[in-house]
């Protein structure tokens, strides 16, 4: 079985976080395959504010550009 995900570990993402848009990093990413298959992204909280180190992501809420963020909403 093969997984691909839309993005690599240390790919520049942007998120809405705090109901605010956010860029940051992946540091993780956590593929869970069953009879619904999901991908989790750890993202750094760099540019979350936020104190934790890391915040979880589904795929669907994790975007390469900020317009692209935009465009879902």
Known sequence: MRIET???I???V???????I????ILNITASIGKQ???IYHI???GL????SWQTFNENDVF???EDLIKSL
């Open 6 to 8: 839309k993005y690599n």
């Open 10 to 12: 240390n790919d520049t």
């Open 14 to 20: 942007y998120v809405l976080y705090n109901n605010k």
């Open 22 to 25: 956010c860029q940051s990093f």
């Open 37 to 39: 298959n999901h991908v």
């Open 44 to 46: 750094s909280n760099e």
């Open 49 to 52: 504010n936020n104190c934790n």
């Open 64 to 66: 390469l550009t900020k």
